[in-house]
């Protein structure tokens, strides 16, 4: 597996300008020989197939839900970065950029880094003239909120929903093209297998997920906006449907996995109240600006929290880092939390929260303030909980948020096999080890309005406009695959529910892949997720509705991949025999329970290339060069 | 808590529907209303039965997938939230429910509880939105917008576009989806060149879909999770009749353009 | 394999129905438009109304104010025959304005539901076209009694209208029909009015869109005005 990066030449600022002007380009009347197909309408798929289809491809666009609408970026709500500096206080592109490869503990490439910095400014631009409703400054200013991993504000938001917003602008840029024809809409629709013949990706298989039915799509180039695997441990915060077959498919293809093991823990989520839990609900990190983290001091203290006196309160994330406080970033937050709960200082069901309290910024700036900022996420917690967190402070605890990890992609986007490009969460590229607050928005856009537009027209060039004959084996071969496994599930005649089988997986996996690992425990996971795959194909039962709609039948699918990828995720975890941002190795850290990260030998992308017959995957480093930024010890005390 | 189910099987578009009734235990109060229908459909998988289709995605009252009638109101009894955030505890123990699709000729039945509320794609493909190629925006600060203006265009874009508006209609009318997009658009400087088109174009797709008429019973804003108020739907009435009128008059459409700070 | 286009086998996601094809011929048919037709037809009954109960109201002033009030009337024909033309279109617009969009919300829900839980619906507006099906009655009623005196509980009077309400009012069952068809004017103009202004969008955005302060003033007036006659003359006040 080659892994060229291909980074253009020059300083870090001209990178970008450089890869556009030595690009290949489609001249605007063959764009239209060319069929691209974009699977996944979230931030990223939607902006990529409405840019393409205003360019003049002819673009088809799918999503497994009812319409591209619902895609789960509409779940993001504190908002987007960009290096505006409209605060005047002190941010720039190179603080954007520094920020992040910090922030991504240096397991990033400098050069995408650096270029999302660059772009993030033509998003805002683009997204106001797309009529988001961005919150604005009584002179009508955009305003902008600050975030965790960072001492500027530099967050455009549109109240708690910035992330619907956003993902409606896309979806209504998709929309017009819908109309004028540009792009064929296939909603209900799940990409089950990657079509590669002679090393290029050719088509897609999908399920029409109302009949069942199995089709084939034949394109000149495959983009996979899917998302992450967060799912992949059962509970997340991830949608219900939200899943991991497109790229695991196309790993099996061929396409590289790039650091699996990197995912994100976020700090403020809604505590599981029950084994029932169906998904795990997201409170705004942004709360953080004006809530204050803290625990008794006493373990084990039943009081409610407003009869614990101020000095009995345990302001941990303020006492252990001075400088960032409350605002310390993701995987330094969400571990600080589980510490402190496994030490028993943990509130609320089980010992497994921690208190998010408003009550110093309510007395600060007072209830409607407070209200315009957060009304509709602290509604949404009263609604869940059934606790008024105006007058009770509100319980938080880690859960599995965001995948840094995903297909390994080049410069250009490009996966390892020619002709499949890869964007957002399902790619590794921009993020490194752990991803900051209000960035996953950002590189989506980037991803599909200003990135792939761009450097696919040098792809396809090279290529040039050859729809594979429908006939080809490679076809044939791939839906038949497609169709055996859906009838091994379909046959399946045994006691289990698909959720029973999950539950299991998910637990094991946020045991030991979770917040901290362990050679240890890496070991036993490895060795236990087997017996539950193969428990699974024994013993699994399915409604017996037939291959039409069916949800446990889509359940089963992606849970039969899921199996693979974690023992992928657990491979590379151990592998990875550092502490990173998110990767917290138990084995590496320093006497004060900090991150210990050794840049001697892991300072690389690790991209694992799949092998048939049962073998194991292959490891390939991608090696990680700092020119512009030496790495430094990430400190946010 | 156990409940009682009176719940809407349908196998496919064609085929007819009926009710079936279902007894459910095992339910705690901390439990959402589709965590409840989980429920159910585990245990009727433990019995090999199918299990009850019904649309879920995002489950934090975002995505806008789910959505049933509860004892005749859509999204459940108390209002400002979808079923995925409405909690058992706000129903008693014993209760029956008459669980129900969204009924409209323009949202037909696929299965069960799932209906195909493609028409509202359609209507934002007809002209719900602001033309502007990627690439072609000015800088982002070069128009000021007022914040009461970009406050009201926020209450508008909240649409999640669930569909519960048309549901509670008695007359199955799309004016409050219609009304929120033109709203959210039009209160915006950067929708005004499109404004006239959008409402002309808008409008009369939401009519091809077959949708109902608005007769301003208010039922719409008291189903909807986002709580859009009606006044979007005047606001529809205006643009729209406006820019008949300048259709009329044989100006071009653009020419309707008119202020922003409206509220 | 199947290639795309056969694996579309119903209409596409994104396919527009069939009936798109008039789109550019229908001009004013929208729902819009026509809600915009009824309310503006509306605007110009309850202007009617308001007219005729200032005239009606005449009645407490004797039978020489009212009777010269409509002996002016006749005397003016071109006046009083452009309003009539006015007002017969303005009802005809209406109801049939009405009757098309009763249709069409006919068909747009085929299946019913089985339980119905209404949070915003009031009696009027749930009720506007019985209303208005019982006012189109009683207008016909009201004209063949006391316009052409074609119904006479007691003997019609051309020239003194003020005997022929009176005559009539002191009738039970006339003065009953009268009261009733009066609730159904507040009823239906209570719900119509508010509406209407918001079909020509006209009304300003509110916090409450459902207060309506214009429409309970226009229903009170007309619903009291009206009613207060029949009841004068029932209570001996009108003689």
């Given at each position: 597996m080659e892994l060229n990066a291909k980074i253009p030449e020059g300083p870090l600022p001209a990178k970008w300008d450089q890869r556009l002007r030595e690009g290949h380009l489609v001249g605007p009347s063959n764009r239209r020989k060319y069929t691209i197909l974009v699977v996944g309408s979230g931030l990223a798929g939607a902006s990529a197939a409405a840019s393409l289809g205003e360019l003049g491809y002819r673009v088809h666009c799918f999503c497994?839900?009812?319409?591209?609408?619902?895609?789960?970026?509409?779940?993001?709500?504190?908002?987007?970065?960009?290096?505006?500096?409209?605060?005047?206080?002190?941010?720039?592109?190179?603080?954007?950029?520094?920020?992040?490869?910090?922030?991504?503990?240096?397991?990033?490439?400098?050069?995408?880094?650096?270029?999302?910095?660059?772009?993030?400014?033509?998003?805002?631009?683009?997204?106001?003239?797309?009529?988001?409703?961005?919150?604005?400054?009584?002179?009508?200013?955009?305003?902008?909120?600050?975030?965790?991993?960072?001492?500027?504000?530099?967050?455009?938001?549109?109240?708690?929903?910035?992330?619907?917003?956003?993902?409606?602008?896309?979806?209504?840029?998709l929309e017009r093209q819908v109309q004028s024809g540009q792009v064929r809409m296939h909603a209900r629709t799940e990409m089950l297998d990657l079509v590669v013949a002679d090393g290029r990706a050719r088509g897609i298989v999908v399920r029409d997920l109302l009949t069942g039915a199995l089709g084939s799509f034949a394109g000149d180039a495959v983009i996979l906006a899917t998302g992450g695997y967060g799912n992949v441990y059962h509970l997340s915060t991830n949608a219900r449907g939200s899943n991991a077959t497109a790229i695991w498919r196309a790993h099996r293809r061929g396409a590289g996995f790039a650091n699996p093991c990197f995912t994100q823990i976020h700090p403020t989520c809604i505590p599981a109240s029950g084994p029932h839990q169906s998904k795990l609900t997201l409170m705004s990190e942004s709360l953080?600006?004006?809530?204050?983290?803290?625990?008794?001091?006493?373990?084990?203290?039943?009081?409610?929290?407003?009869?614990?006196?101020?000095?009995?309160?345990?302001?941990?994330?303020?006492?252990?880092?001075?400088?960032?406080?409350?605002?310390?970033?993701?995987?330094?937050?969400?571990?600080?939390?589980?510490?402190?709960?496994?030490?028993?200082?943990?509130?609320?069901?089980?010992?497994?929260?921690?208190?998010?309290?408003?009550?110093?910024?309510?007395?600060?700036?007072?209830?409607?303030?407070?209200?315009?900022?957060?009304?509709?996420?602290?509604?949404?917690?009263?609604?869940?909980?059934?606790?008024?967190?105006?007058?009770?402070?509100?319980?938080?605890?880690?859960a599995v948020h965001y995948t840094m990890g995903g297909l390994w992609v080049d410069y250009d986007l490009r996966s390892t096999l020619a002709g499949l490009y890869v964007l957002g969460e399902a790619n590794f590229s921009d993020h490194g080890a752990n991803r900051l607050g209000a960035s996953a928005l950002m590189q989506g856009l980037a991803d599909g309005y200003f990135i792939v537009p761009n450097t696919i027209a040098a792809g396809l060039a090279r290529a040039g406009p050859s729809p594979l004959d429908p006939e080809h084996p490679a076809f044939r071969d791939a839906e038949r695959g497609a169709r055996a496994k859906l009838d091994r599930l379909i046959a399946s005649r045994g006691t289990r529910t698909v959720e029973d089988h999950f539950r299991e997986l998910g637990a094991l996996l946020w045991e030991h892949c979770g917040m901290a690992r362990s050679e240890r425990g890496l070991s036993a996971a490895l060795e236990r997720i087997p017996v539950l795959r193969s428990e699974f194909e024994r013993d699994l039962r399915l409604p017996d509705t037939g291959a039409t709609l069916n949800e446990s039948l889509e359940r089963a699918g992606h849970l039969a991949d899921y199996y693979e990828l974690a023992e992928l995720m657990c491979r590379d975890a151990l592998e990875r025999d550092e502490s990173c941002g998110a990767h917290f190795r138990e084995e590496h850290q320093t006497p004060d329970g900090e991150a210990r990260r050794d840049d001697q030998h892991f300072a690389h992308v690790a991209v694992w290339e799949h092998q048939d017959g049962g073998r194991p995957p292959l490891l390939h480093k991608e090696p990680l060069s700092f020119e512009a930024v030496p790495p430094s010890t990430r400190t946010y005390k | 808590m156990n409940f009682v189910l009176q719940l809407w099987r349908q196998k496919n578009p064609r085929a007819e529907g009926a009710f079936s009734r279902y007894e459910v235990g095992g339910i705690t109060p901390d439990m959402s209303f589709l965590e409840m229908l989980d429920t159910l459909n585990e245990q009727l998988a433990s019995k090999g039965e199918a299990p009850v289709a019904f649309e879920s995605d995002c489950r934090e009252g975002i995505c806008g997938s789910c959505g049933v009638m509860i004892n005749g109101a859509a999204h459940g009894p108390?209002?400002?939230?979808?079923?995925?955030?409405?909690?058992?505890?706000?129903?008693?123990?014993?209760?029956?429910?008459?669980?129900?699709?969204?009924?409209?000729?323009?949202?037909?039945?696929?299965?069960?509880?799932?209906?195909?509320?493609?028409?509202?794609?359609?209507?934002?493909?007809?002209?719900?939105?602001?033309?502007?190629?990627?690439?072609?925006?000015?800088?982002?600060?070069?128009?000021?917008?007022?914040?009461?203006?970009?406050?009201?265009?926020?209450?508008?874009?909240?649409?999640?576009?669930?569909?519960?508006?048309?549901?509670?209609?008695p007359n199955a009318s799309a004016a409050l989806f219609v009304g929120a997009k033109l709203s959210h658009l039009g209160l915006l400087p950067q929708g005004q060149p499109e404004r006239a088109r959008r409402a002309l174009a808008m409008v009369a797709r939401m009519d091809d879909e077959g949708f109902g008429n608005c007769s301003w019973h208010g039922e719409c804003q008291a189903a909807c999770p986002k709580s859009i108020s009606i006044d979007t739907i005047a606001r529809t009435s205006r643009d729209w009749s406006r820019a008949k009128l300048a259709a009329g008059r044989?100006?071009?459409?653009?020419?309707?353009?008119?202020s922003v700070s409206e509220p | 394999m199947r290639t795309l286009d056969e694996l579309a086998e119903g209409p596409p996601h994104d396919a527009a129905p069939a009936a798109d094809a008039s789109v550019s011929q229908r001009r004013w048919r929208t729902t819009v438009g026509l809600k915009v037709l009824m309310a503006v037809t509306g605007v110009v009954l309850v202007t009617f109304l308001v007219l005729?109960?200032?005239?009606?109201?005449?009645?407490?002033?004797?039978?020489?104010?009212?009777?010269?009030?409509?002996?002016?009337?006749?005397?003016?024909?071109?006046?009083?025959?452009?309003?009539?033309?006015?007002?017969?279109?303005?009802?005809?617009?209406?109801?049939?304005?009405?009757?098309?969009?009763?249709?069409?919300d006919r068909r747009a829900r085929p299946v019913r539901y089985r339980r119905v839980a209404r949070r915003s619906a009031t009696v009027a507006s749930r009720t506007m076209r019985l209303t208005g099906l019982g006012l189109g009655g009683f207008i016909v009623f009201h004209i063949l009694?006391?316009?052409?005196?074609?119904?006479?509980p007691v003997p019609f009077n051309e020239h003194d209208v003020y005997r022929n309400v009176v005559g009539g009012f002191s009738v039970g069952w006339v003065a009953a029909a009268y009261l009733g068809a009066m609730g159904l004017v507040g009823l239906h103009v209570w719900h119509g009015a508010w509406a209407s202004l918001r079909s020509l969008g006209v009304s300003r955005p509110s916090p409450q869109p459902k207060h309506r302060p214009v429409a309970w003033l226009l229903a009170l007036l007309l619903w009291g005005g009206f009613t207060s006659i029949p009841l004068a003359v029932w209570l001996g006040w009108v003689r």
């Open positions: 497994f839900q009812d319409s591209p609408r619902r895609a789960h970026s509409i779940a993001a709500q504190g908002g987007i970065n960009a290096a505006k500096n409209y605060r005047n206080d002190g941010d720039s592109i190179w603080r954007l950029f520094y920020d992040t490869l910090k922030g991504g503990d240096f397991r990033s490439r400098e050069a995408n880094v650096y270029r999302l910095a660059q772009v993030s400014n033509q998003i805002i631009d683009h997204c106001v003239a797309q009529g988001i409703p961005f919150a604005r400054e009584y002179g009508g200013t955009l305003a902008t909120r600050s975030f965790g991993g960072a001492l500027v504000s530099r967050t455009f938001y549109a109240r708690g929903q910035t992330g619907q917003q956003l993902l409606l602008g896309a979806y209504q840029a953080r600006n004006d809530g204050r983290v803290w625990v008794p001091k006493r373990k084990g203290d039943r009081r409610a929290p407003c009869d614990i006196p101020d000095d009995e309160r345990d302001y941990y994330l303020e006492r252990r880092y001075p400088t960032y406080g409350n605002l310390a970033p993701r995987d330094i937050a969400s571990r600080a939390a589980k510490e402190i709960c496994d030490e028993g200082m943990g509130v609320g069901p089980g010992g497994r929260g921690v208190y998010l309290d408003l009550d110093e910024a309510l007395r600060r700036i007072g209830k409607s303030a407070i209200r315009e900022r957060y009304g509709n996420l602290l509604e949404m917690y009263e609604r869940i909980t059934g606790e008024d967190p105006y007058r009770v402070p509100m319980r938080i605890y880690p | 108390i209002g400002g939230t979808t079923v995925c955030q409405l909690y058992m505890r706000h129903f008693s123990d014993g209760e029956e429910l008459v669980i129900e699709p969204w009924r409209a000729r323009a949202f037909p039945v696929l299965r069960d509880l799932i209906v195909d509320r493609s028409a509202f794609d359609r209507i934002i493909s007809a002209g719900g939105f602001i033309s502007v190629p990627t690439g072609a925006a000015p800088e982002a600060s070069s128009a000021l917008v007022p914040k009461q203006g970009a406050d009201a265009a926020m209450d508008s874009a909240a649409c999640i576009g669930c569909g519960a508006c048309v549901a509670a209609c044989r100006s071009t459409p653009d020419r309707t353009n008119d | 005729h109960l200032l005239g009606n109201l005449l009645v407490y002033q004797g039978p020489t104010a009212l009777n010269s009030y409509s002996a002016f009337l006749v005397r003016e024909p071109l006046l009083l025959w452009v309003a009539r033309a006015v007002l017969l279109l303005s009802a005809v617009l209406h109801v049939g304005a009405a009757v098309l969009l009763w249709a069409r009694h006391l316009t052409a005196g074609i119904i006479e």
